[in-house]
């Protein structure tokens, strides 16, 4: 069975950082590219970031572009995202997704975890 | 790159169909066969109903479907049960230099 759970989030000030993880199992992690997907209150998804399966590519949303940053450890099958001089429109609930096939385009993910709420305020 | 459009809300008796339109532009549902639609209950995270305009993943039912015109993709739930009620959102690629994009979101109740 394939799950994915998050942890890491927390109440932050605006300018400070967090990193998030996502342990994934049931699946080969590494064959997949894997996204961070957010969902502010009340509002539709969007999404953050993605990196392909062997970690050599990574691709941000202009929104978090040279503020965060997505990495994976594929021998622990953890996924990561670093984010630095986080602001106030950075608050919503995070999810890790994994893109339903190989190659495949646009949001397409099959399986996602439950979620992780990041709340930046001072 | 925008947010796609959809009505915020659309309702429907049981057993009737409801349709949800997701309007983009020809940057993403219009210029490829990349659209996605979601499902998500309150609290909870979005599942997957269908992906590439009009694949149903594996234990999605028969009656959820979709379909896409020009810039405007469709999702038809037929037959509506109570646990349809729902947030639907849309989502298309939207080329290589862009991740893609999600839309705005419906509300769909069963009346």
């Known amino acids: 069975e394939v799950q994915l759970l998050e942890s890491g989030g927390d109440l932050v000030q605006p300018g400070g950082s967090l990193k998030l993880s996502c342990a994934a199992s049931?699946?080969?992690?590494?064959?997949?590219?894997m996204s961070w997907v957010r969902q502010a209150p009340g509002k539709g998804p969007e999404w953050v970031s993605l990196?392909?399966?062997?970690?050599?590519?990574?691709y941000y949303a202009d929104s978090v572009k040279g503020r965060f940053t997505t990495s994976r450890d594929n021998s622990k099958n953890t996924l990561y995202l670093q984010m630095n001089s986080l602001r106030d429109e950075d608050t919503a609930v995070y999810y890790c997704?994994?893109?339903?096939?190989?190659?495949?385009?646009?949001?397409?993910?099959?399986?996602w975890g439950q979620g992780t709420l990041v709340t930046v305020s001072s | 790159q925008s947010a796609l459009t959809q009505p915020p809300s659309a309702s429907g008796s049981p057993g009737q169909s409801v349709t949800i339109s997701c309007t983009g532009t020809?940057?993403?549902?219009?210029?490829?066969?990349?659209v996605s639609w979601y499902q998500q209950h309150p609290g909870k995270a979005p599942k997957l109903m269908i992906y590439?305009?009009?694949k149903r993943p594996s234990g999605v039912p028969e009656r959820f479907s979709g379909s896409k015109s020009g810039n405007t993709a469709s999702l038809t739930v037929s037959g509506l049960q109570a646990e349809d009620e729902a947030d639907y959102y849309c989502?298309?690629?939207?080329?290589?230099?862009?991740?893609?994009?999600f839309g705005t979101g419906t509300k769909v109740t069963v009346l």
């Open positions: 049931g699946f080969t992690f590494s064959s997949y590219a």
């Open positions: 989502g298309s690629y939207a080329g290589s230099i862009n991740l893609g994009v």
């Open positions: 590439e305009v009009s």
């Open positions: 020809s940057s993403d549902v219009g210029g490829y066969n990349y």
């Open positions: 990196i392909t399966g062997s970690g050599g590519s990574t």
């Open positions: 997704a994994k893109k339903l096939g190989v190659g495949m385009l646009g949001p397409t993910f099959d399986y």
